[in-house]
Structures are given as structure tokens and as C-alpha cells.
T-cell receptor, first 109, second 114 residues
Framework: GQSLEQPSEVTAVEGAIVQINCTYQ??????LSWYQQHDGGAPTFLSY????GLEETGRFSSFLSRSDSYGYLLLQELQMKDSASYFC??????????FGSGTQLTVLP | KAGVTQTPRYLIKTRGQQVTLSCSPI?????VSWYQQTPGQGLQFLFE???????NKGNFPGRFSGRQFSNSRSEMNVSTLELGDSALYLC?????????????FGPGTRLTVT
């Protein structure tokens, strides 16, 4: 089976940088994805890491360390619209995604 | 391409009743996964269908079932509803081949059981 741990809440101010961590315990691990969900909305895909290292997509970056079973999502130049829940999700040999319980990010003015 | 659609968007049912939710995936996608989302619980995996066959199943009681049709549309059914079944039910589609890491979610069906 697979389990993922991430903080339940993170707060930061507009313009700042925030890091959301995710640790996982899994068998047959392929990679780590990140999803964003605004209140009342559907989760949307942000990024995927299959290999160790940093992947950058605009203001968002995602990092994976397979040896540490750890990853993080880095959000730079925070904007009010970034206030949302962020989920890490592990891909495994069973071809299904296992999601963490989500991190509620609040961006303050 | 049209996105994933789910019907109905909102539903109110009484304990003991049953309910059927529908999901139409993105055209060409053969995999449909269902999730239950409740506050603080994240997305709990229910099951996944690929080419009309259940390929994966989460840890939910047998009251939760699903099926997939030849056009990849999927339905999930919950029988003998309980208060604790009140949740947002999300379906997500993907190609279903290779490693699954990017899924496209529908807007969800908000189920309230009274």
C-alpha cells in the first residue's frame, strides 16, 4: 500500500515563497504528482516528478528525492489566487494515484 | 476537447436509499477513477475502471460499486446510504496506459444524505 504525509495548513504573505512538503511510504513507487484544488473546484494537475531533482513550471517548482521518500512543491511570488488546497499524489505499479490529505495554503495580503 | 462531466452536480438523499452517479470522461480516455472527498480526508480512492473492467479497488464497503460502458462512460452506485456517505464524489479520467500521474477531474457530485 501507499501513504503520504503533508502538513494540513500553511500560511504565507503575498509575494513570498512557500514550500509544501510531502513524505511517502509506498511500494512500487513510480513518481510524485502535485494537484491544486480551489474551494468548490476540481483538482487540477500541476507537476510530476519521476526522477530525483527539481522540475520548474513558471512560479511553481517540484522536487523529488527517491532515497529520502520525500518531495516538495515550491511556490514563488505568491499571489492571492494561489490560496487553495495542494495535494501530493504517488504513482505506483497498480496504475492508480494515491493522494495525501492535502495542505490548505492561505495567502495573506 | 470537452472536459470531464459529472451528473448530477448536487443530490440530496435519505438514509437507506441508493444513488447512481454518472461520469463522462474526456474523449479518448479509457480509464475512469472515482474518489470520495470529505473535509480533512483528502481524496479517498474508490475504484478505477479501464476498458469496462474494474482494474483497481480501494478500501470501501461493497455498498459502493461501479461500472464502465463501452463508450468509457462510468457510473458509480451507492446502496443503503448512510449519513457518513455525505461527500463530494469526484471522477477523473486518463488515458489508462503507462504510468498514471496526470488525471483530469470532473466538477464532482455533492451528495448529502439526511
Amino acid at each position: 500500500g501507499q501513504s503520504l504525509e503533508q502538513p494540513s495548513e500553511v500560511t504565507a504573505v503575498e509575494g513570498a515563497i512557500v514550500q509544501i512538503n510531502c513524505t511517502y511510504q509506498t511500494s512500487g513507487f513510480y513518481g510524485l504528482s502535485w494537484y491544486q484544488q480551489h474551494d468548490g473546484g476540481a483538482p487540477t494537475f500541476l507537476s510530476y516528478n519521476a526522477l530525483d531533482g527539481l522540475e520548474e513550471t513558471g512560479r511553481f517548482s517540484s522536487f523529488l528525492s527517491r532515497s529520502d521518500s520525500y518531495g516538495y512543491l515550491l511556490l514563488q511570488e505568491l499571489q492571492m489566487k494561489d490560496s487553495a488546497s495542494y495535494f501530493c499524489a504517488a504513482s505506483g505499479s497498480a496504475r492508480q494515484l494515491t493522494f495525501g490529505s492535502g495542505t490548505q495554503l492561505t495567502v495573506l495580503p | 476537447k470537452a472536459g470531464v462531466t459529472q451528473t448530477p452536480r448536487y443530490l440530496i438523499k435519505t438514509r437507506g436509499q441508493q444513488v447512481t452517479l454518472s461520469c463522462s470522461p474526456i474523449s479518448g480516455h479509457r480509464s475512469v477513477s472515482w474518489y470520495q472527498q470529505t473535509p480533512g480526508q483528502g481524496l479517498q480512492f474508490l475504484f478505477e475502471y479501464f476498458s469496462e473492467t474494474q482494474r483497481n479497488k480501494g478500501n470501501f464497503p461493497g455498498r459502493f460499486s461501479g461500472r464502465q460502458f463501452s463508450n468509457s462512460r462510468s457510473e458509480m452506485n451507492v446502496s443503503t446510504l448512510e449519513l457518513g456517505d455525505s461527500a463530494l464524489y469526484l471522477c477523473a479520467s486518463s488515458s489508462g496506459t503507462g504510468v498514471t500521474y496526470e488525471q483530469y477531474f470532473g466538477p464532482g457530485t455533492r451528495l448529502t444524505v439526511t
